[in-house]
């Protein structure tokens, strides 16, 4: 089960930059991913479909995360299937489900629905490297915990970058 949530990682990653080439003045620095499965999208039903499949593995992957490390902490292992389960219902089958227009303006309650899901587990999906880096600390695998700490700081940096960068965009030139 984990190689295939390993390919199907790989394959989410490299599933925005394939079907961006079907669909014209798609751009991945302006647009975000959600726009490849709006209402005006020629590829929106393959990538809408493909992020109710990516949910339902990330549910199941939720499920194997906590059997796997309920040993050793049953509290991050059960930490590690909401968030697991969190982004794979919110960031997945609702953004798959409810789709947002191109302009990614919130209106409808479709929109609403797609940004708040998304949002959230997006969200949640950022301590996923607190949670394993704090279990390979638990089970003696400092490497793996250092990384992973690195990572979820890496994950904060850029945070913060996205909301500097857009704080200057919204003061103007």
Not at 107 to 133: N, Q, R, V
Request: proline share 3%; with cysteine; net charge positive.
């Amino acid at each position: 089960m984990w190689t295939l949530l390993i390919i199907a990682v790989v394959v989410d990653f490299l599933a925005a930059f394939f079907l961006a080439l079907f669909y014209p003045g798609y751009s991945h620095m302006e647009m975000s991913m959600s726009v490849l499965g709006c209402v005006k999208s020629p590829v929106r039903i393959i990538y809408n479909i493909w992020l109710v499949i990516l949910g339902v593995l990330m549910i199941l992957s939720g499920i194997l995360f906590y059997k796997t490390y309920y040993e050793t902490s049953g509290i991050l292992a059960a930490a590690g299937a909401v968030i697991c389960i969190m982004y794979g219902i919110g960031g997945c089958i609702l953004s798959g489900i409810f789709s947002v227009n191109e302009t990614k303006e919130l209106e409808s309650l479709p929109e609403k629905i797609h940004g708040i899901s998304a949002g959230t587990g997006f969200m949640a999906l950022a301590f996923m490297p607190l949670i394993i880096g704090l279990i390979s600390i638990k089970r003696q695998s400092l490497l793996t915990g250092v990384i992973s700490l690195i990572f979820l700081r890496q994950a904060y940096c850029f945070l913060q970058y996205l909301l500097c960068r857009k704080k200057n965009l919204l003061r103007g030139p």
